[in-house]
């Protein structure tokens, strides 16, 4: 079992960043791919970044490549995403996943077993 903690989220300006971080409880961090998905209101749940169990590889969805950073400290429990150049369009609850891997980063939701409460992000314009 693991359980899975956001912060970090809140309101910024266009342009402006934000660094999200996701606690995971448990010993065995180390074994899980990890992911992050948004939910803006009235749209489904979409991938944003995914990140392997030993942190060596990263996967983006195209709207993050280039602006968003994944990262995780296997030694602190920690993955975190920081959100560069924000866009009113980044508006969503944000949420990050785990999931047992020995293979490809996977960007679909129903992959992952453990999900955090979510965080909100808001940008204005």
């Known amino acids: 079992q693991v359980q899975l903690v956001e912060s970090g989220g809140g309101l910024v300006q266009a342009g402006g960043s934000l660094r999200l971080s996701c606690v995971a409880s448990?010993?065995?961090?180390?074994?899980?791919?990890m992911g992050w998905f948004r939910q803006a209101p009235g749209k489904e749940r979409e991938f944003v970044a995914a990140i392997s169990p030993s942190g060596s590889s990263t996967y983006y969805a195209d709207s993050a490549k280039g602006r968003f950073t994944m990262s995780r400290d296997n030694a602190k429990n920690t993955v975190s995403l920081q959100m560069n150049s924000l866009k009113p369009e980044d508006t969503a609850i944000y949420y990050c996943?785990?999931?047992?891997?020995?293979?490809?980063?996977?960007?679909?939701?129903?992959?992952?077993?453990?999900w955090g409460q979510g965080t909100q992000v808001t940008v204005s314009s």
């Open positions: 996943a785990a999931r047992l891997s020995i293979g490809v980063l996977s960007t679909t939701a129903r992959a992952y077993t453990y």
């Open positions: 448990g010993r065995t961090f180390s074994i899980y791919a």
